[in-house]
């Protein structure tokens, strides 16, 4: 990668975490500032970043033209959109649908529940590999000789009481999800957040995303999150109809 390319790509990310300054970004990734305007000079021409009224820089209209063009490049999404808007509807809970994207689970899609109360999760992020749904309901898929290398470099942090903290307990915890077919995240990656989440598998019956659905506990107790599994299960019974996936008889 050409040494200028890497700057600009390092601005975007830089960005990424929210508007700055020239001596910010300049700081931030150790370029001189006259570097740093010549990049966000050409990257502004071409709507990939602009400047407020402040003198600071924003990620401009064009990274989210590319970002919404990749997403609806993914075919699993626009195959399970009608069900999860069907989901959504029906149940009024937060619901999202993810994928890997080589070692990472990224969050594809996301509709909001009704009741306003919104979660970090947004559509491009990454999911935390140890404390959510999602995360092990797609991992659980792998063989243990794709899984393990994975768990070795996997993050650790402690987010939540429940939080899965090591390699150990991270596969007795895939093996729960393997027998069972569906993951929980109980307040393991936010406080107070509890999650279930299930498999969308392709037509070779091989996971290629998952659904979860995600209620803090001040709305519903834990117990009442898992009655919405039977339904959401049916959901990804059904995209993964559409995906080709027939069950073996």
Request: proline share 4%; charged share 25%.
């Amino acid at each position: 990668m050409s040494q200028s390319v890497a700057r600009a790509l390092q601005l975007l990310i830089q960005l990424g975490n929210g508007p700055a300054g020239l001596d910010e970004l300049a700081a931030a990734t150790d370029v001189h500032k006259t570097t740093v305007m010549r990049l966000l000079r050409t990257l502004s021409e071409e709507r990939f970043t602009y400047r407020d009224n402040n003198n600071r820089y924003h990620l401009g209209s064009r990274i989210f033209e590319l970002a919404a063009h990749g997403t609806d490049q993914r075919e699993i999404r626009q195959i399970a959109s009608r069900y999860l808007v069907e989901f959504n509807r029906e149940y009024g809970r937060t619901t999202h649908l993810a994928a890997m994207e080589g070692g990472d689970i990224v969050y594809i899609d996301k509709l909001e529940s009704h009741d306003q109360i919104r979660m970090y999760s947004r559509i491009g992020l990454t999911a935390n590999l140890n404390s959510t749904a999602v995360a092990k309901v797609i991992l659980a898929d792998l063989s243990d000789a794709e899984l393990r290398p994975i768990v070795a470099t996997m993050d650790f942090t402690r987010r939540a009481a429940n939080t899965i903290t090591t390699p150990e307990a991270y596969l007795r915890e895939v093996e729960t999800v393997r027998a069972q077919g569906w993951a929980q995240d109980r307040e393991e990656n936010e406080p107070s957040i509890n999650c279930v989440g299930a498999p969308i598998r392709g037509a070779n019956g091989r996971v290629v995303a998952a659904v979860s659905v995600s209620v803090p506990d001040v709305v519903l107790p834990f117990e009442r999150v898992l009655e919405l599994l039977p339904p959401l299960q049916a959901v990804t019974r059904r995209i993964s109809a559409e995906c080709g996936y027939r069950p073996p008889s």
